[in-house]
């Protein structure tokens, strides 16, 4: 049995058997746009400062040890503009940055948490909803 595939110690240093980031992994971005904004907003090598795989993989791509186009977005995935797991062997290695919807989700949970144990500060947003 193959031994389970993980990231260990460093985010960034892939420790298993085949997944190294080699060509023949997919390495597929949750949101392309937030690692970008990550990149261009820190020092490099950028992985010293946001120890995320994806992050590694855009400091590759500067390095010019991997191309661009090896960086697959999720959403082109999951919209079926991309294919998903091609066969039994390949290996997608997948870095999750964070998408808003999970902030959201996450927020939602801590505000029912904070109502049913009667914690928290209420505060207005707003005079009256902009949406509704």
């Given at each position: ?89 390949e290996i997608i290695i997948m870095s ?37």
């Amino acid at each position: 049995m193959d031994q389970p595939r993980h990231l260990s110690g460093d985010a960034c240093a892939l420790q298993h058997r085949r997944g190294d980031g080699s060509a023949r992994d997919r390495k597929v971005l949750d949101n392309p746009g937030l690692y970008h904004a990550w990149f261009e907003e820190n020092p490099k090598p950028v992985h010293n400062h946001i120890p995320a795989v994806g992050i590694r993989w855009l400091d590759l791509v500067d390095e010019g040890r991997i191309a661009p186009e090896q960086l697959e977005d999720l959403g082109q995935i999951v919209a079926g503009e991309a294919a998903g797991r091609r066969d039994e062997e390949e290996i997608i290695i997948m870095s999750v940055g964070g998408l808003p919807v999970e902030d959201v989700a996450w927020g939602t949970v801590v505000y029912r948490n904070a109502l049913e144990k009667g914690i928290g500060v209420s505060l207005t947003l707003w005079d009256s909803p902009v949406l509704r």
